[in-house]
Structure formats: C-alpha cells, structure tokens
Nanobody
C-alpha cells in the first residue's frame, strides 16, 4: 500500500514536500517514482529514486525538485521548490521493480500552485 500526502496550495516560487508512506512490500527492493497528471493531460513521470541509490528527474523539474527515500521509515519524499503554476497536478507515487515486473500506485495528492 502506498499512501501519498503533503499536497496543498502553494504560491508561485513557494515550496511543498510530498510524502509517500509504503507498506506491504519490501521497500528496499523497489525503485520509487513520482508521477503527476494535470487536467486534460496524460500522466507524466517526474522523478525516480533507484535501489542503486541513483536519482533521476524530468527536465521540467530538474534543479527544483528533489526525491529522497528513508528506508527506516519506508517513505519516499518529493521536495518541491521554486514552484510554478505549471506544476499544478495530482501527484502519484509509484513503486516498481523490473523482476518480476510488479508495480504499485498511491492514491494521489493534489498540488495547486496559484497566487
């Protein structure tokens, strides 16, 4: 089970931190991702924290967002800074592994960036 939280209203240039608490799976075996979906658009990948320790970001958020994971708390975070109205979306966390190819989704948390 993945439980996302931390969404809300932020002003342009502001910050928010999203959390995704993971239970029921072996957290350390899964790559953790954040996706987002804006109204009328397809869901897009935002950031990844790999089991190798590597991280990766979509170009649209690189330098502004930081993904991290706390193994002890089995939680993944997305620190979002310098927020822009274009960041407004429902944000979803995702746990995935190549073998055996299973993946899980959280329920989504709404982020609205507006003055």
């Amino acid at each position: 089970q993945l439980q996302a939280s931390g969404g809300g209203l932020a002003q342009p240039g502001g910050s928010l931190r999203l959390s995704c608490a993971v239970s029921g799976i072996s957290f350390s075996l899964y790559d953790m991702n954040w996706f987002r979906q804006s109204p009328g658009k397809e869901r897009e990948w935002v950031a990844a924290s790999y089991t190798s320790g590597a991280r990766n970001y979509a170009d649209s958020v690189k330098g502004r967002f930081t993904i991290s994971r706390d193994i002890a708390k089995t939680t993944v975070y997305l620190q979002m800074s310098s927020l822009e109205p274009e960041d407004t979306a429902v944000y979803y966390c995702n746990a995935a592994r190549l073998q055996p190819g299973d993946r899980y989704w959280g329920q989504g948390t709404l982020v609205t960036v507006s003055s």
